[in-house]
């Protein structure tokens, strides 16, 4: 069946760093543009980044535009979002979604939280 499992997570520093990877399952990932959300505590489901099936096409949303880079591996089937300059507004659980389809289909996120 379809899954996608995000990983990567964990405490970090304001001014830190991480990459958070989504293994994705049960489609065909290629074929496919993905998407990065977060939704942070009592807040909405936000998207964050998007990147075309490619990989040469990417957007970002303007609060994480300069400091996160989305990428994909598409032999390995996996989607990547890499984190810098963090601050406390990044403090999420973040998802990875394909950009169409898979309605309600959300896998279990993982947590990043920023703090000295």
């Known amino acids: 069946q379809v899954q996608f499992v995000e990983s990567g997570g964990g405490l970090a520093q304001p001014g830190g760093s991480l990459r958070l990877s989504c293994a994705a399952s049960?489609?065909?990932?290629?074929?496919?543009?993905m998407s990065w959300y977060r939704q942070a505590p009592g807040k909405e489901r936000e998207l964050v980044a998007t990147?075309?099936?490619?990989?040469?096409?990417?957007n970002y949303a303007d609060s994480v535009k300069g400091r996160f880079t989305i990428s994909r591996d598409n032999a390995k089937n996996t989607l990547y979002l890499q984190m810098n300059s963090l601050n406390a507004e990044d403090t999420a659980v973040y998802y990875c979604?394909?950009?169409?389809?898979?309605?309600?289909?959300w896998g279990r996120g993982t947590q990043v939280t920023v703090s000295s």
């Open positions: 979604k394909p950009l169409v389809g898979f309605i309600g289909l």
């Open positions: 990147i075309n099936r490619g990989g040469d096409s990417t």
């Open positions: 049960g489609f065909t990932f290629s074929s496919y543009g």
